[in-house]
């Protein structure tokens, strides 16, 4: 059993193809995404905005529950990454919600939607893992976790999630970088009017907001890279 990373999506229309650091301007939708993906983001968005919907949370640290403890930074280098089971672990983590985990299924014989990456966020002397979950059809970032190794206990600590779709984590220069489409009045699912990349930096136990920056997409060409957003806008 093993996780999907990018590299098994880049297919004909795959929407998580990347240029540079970051993902693609639209890493979890496109303009010429399929029905399909529009309506799977349709239903996330729908449940996302009914108050109390199950599954769904502002980013930020993870709540206290019975996968997470009391973390405490270590300044060290970590240690080579000693690779996880990320499924075993998300279903065993009440932070994770209900739906995510009843739903983490494979999407062709043991492959399962998940991205899996390791690296010094935390200060940790074991590298940290991020992890995103993805629809299976249309690789939509459904849910992003950050998990720190508590070496003490020999367990991993959830000490990030992000559960509003269309959402993507990754390690950027020993910051967490979470990328998230933006939606205008009237946008369709498919059309998103632009992106947020939101910096995170790891102090005094937990996960803070450092910097963010958004972009807009382009309205008149078809698939264009977005154009910034001008300042104080």
């Known amino acids: 059993m093993r996780g999907l990373t990018r590299a ?12 540079g650091r970051a993902l693609t301007r639209r890493p979890a939708l496109t303009r010429a995404g399929t029905a399909a993906a529009g309506a799977a983001a349709a ?12 599954g769904v949370r502002i980013e930020g640290p993870a709540r206290t529950g019975t996968a997470a403890g009391t973390a405490t930074s270590a300044p060290s280098s970590p240690t080579a990454p000693t690779k996880v089971d990320a499924v075993a672990l998300l279903k065993k983590d009440r932070n994770v919600s209900a739906a995510i985990r009843r739903d983490l299924e494979p999407c062709v014989g043991d492959e399962y939607p998940v991205d ?12 940290d893992v991020v992890i995103n979950v993805l629809t299976c059809g249309d690789a939509i970032g459904i849910g992003t976790y950050v998990y720190r190794e ?21 390690i950027s220069r020993g910051d ?13 699912v ?3 009017s632009g992106e947020d990349v939101i ?12 910097e963010r920056t958004h972009s807009d997409y382009s309205k008149t060409v ?3 890279d977005p154009s910034p957003a001008p300042e104080g806008g």
Do not use: I, M
């Open 116 to 127: 899996v990456s390791y690296g010094n966020l935390t200060g940790s002397t074991a590298p």
């Open 190 to 192: 498919s059309f998103p």
């Open 8 to 19: 098994d999506f880049r297919g004909a229309g795959s929407p998580l193809t990347k240029t």
């Open 150 to 170: 508590e070496a003490a206990a020999k367990r991993y600590e959830n000490v990030f999630v992000n559960e509003q779709p269309p959402v993507y984590a990754e």
């Open 43 to 54: 239903g996330l968005f729908l449940s996302g905005c009914a108050a109390g919907a199950e």
């Open 199 to 210: 910096t995170y930096r790891w102090a005094d136990g937990r996960f803070t907001e450092h």
């Open 222 to 224: 078809e698939g264009a």
């Open 176 to 188: 967490l970088e979470v990328t998230r489409q933006v939606y205008g009045p009237g946008d369709p």
